[in-house]
Antibody, heavy 122, light 109 residues
Framework: QVHLVESGGGVVQPGRSLRLSCAAS????????MHWVRQAPGKGLEWVAV????????YYGDSVKGRFTLSRDNSKNTLYLQMNSLRVEDTAFYYC???????????????WGQGTLVAVSS | QSALTQEASVSGTVGQTVTLSCSGN????????VGWYQQISHGAPKTVMF??SQPSGIPDRFSASKSGTTASLTISGLQPEDEADYYC???????????FGGGTKLTLL
């Protein structure tokens, strides 16, 4: 079955960088768009970014645009999120989630990982 | 402030039918299908509906509909395990990104 496992979270100082990974299994990774969604403590879900199946198209939320970079390695079935210039307000659980196939509009996610916690604090 | 608007809270009793709403505009709900997610006690979200489709393993007590710029999630025959936060999402063409609602807390009385 579909399995998504995030890693790379931790405590980091403001202004520093962190890279999250999401290992995928149980499906043909290269056929699907992949999302990152985050949730700050006590808050709702916030969409972060999506990369289409072939890695050519990427879209980012306004709060992370210019600081975060999404990439994927289809040969390793792995999704990455490079987070630079981290801010206190980036503190959240970060979930990777499977999106739509091929060029379909990325309006939803159907499977989610368990999440990894990023805490930005001095 | 979320791009999509959901009720902050809804309550019901076991066996009852409840409907949660998600309002947007022509750039999002008016143009694209909607996904619905259940989150229990701030654990990982679980998808209960996307468009009119249901992931495997989700009870058919869950159903979804859309009219214009408002989407709805209906839960028939409420069960204790349905108590959770529910979020809606869709694509927004003006933002070139996915947008979420603020979430609805469903409480069983």
């Amino acid at each position: 079955q579909v399995h998504l496992v995030e890693s790379g979270g931790g405590v980091v100082q403001p202004g520093r960088s962190l890279r999250l990974s999401c290992a995928a299994s149980g499906f043909t990774f290269s056929n699907y768009g992949m999302h990152w969604v985050r949730q700050a403590p006590g808050k709702g879900l916030e969409w972060v970014a999506v990369v289409f199946y072939d890695g050519r198209r990427k879209y980012y939320g306004d709060s992370v645009k210019g600081r975060f970079t999404l990439s994927r390695d289809n040969s390793k079935n792995t999704l990455y999120l490079q987070m630079n210039s981290l801010r206190v307000e980036d503190t959240a659980f970060y979930y990777c989630a499977r999106g739509s196939v091929y060029d379909e509009t990325q309006y939803y996610s159907d499977y989610w990982g368990q999440g990894t916690l990023v805490a930005v604090s001095s | 402030q979320s791009a999509l608007t959901q009720e902050a809270s809804v309550s019901g009793t076991v066996g009852q039918t409840v409907t949660l709403s998600c309002s947007g505009n022509g750039n999002n709900i008016g143009s694209y299908p909607v996904g619905w997610y259940q989150q229990i006690s701030h654990g990982a979200p679980k998808t209960v509906m996307f468009g009119s489709s249901q992931p495997s393993g989700i009870p058919d007590r869950f159903s979804a509909s859309k009219s214009g710029t408002t989407a709805s999630l209906t839960i028939s025959g409420l069960q204790p395990e349905d108590e959770a936060d529910y979020y809606c999402s869709t694509w927004d063409s003006s933002l070139s990104g996915q947008v979420f609602g603020g979430g609805t807390k469903l409480t069983l009385l």
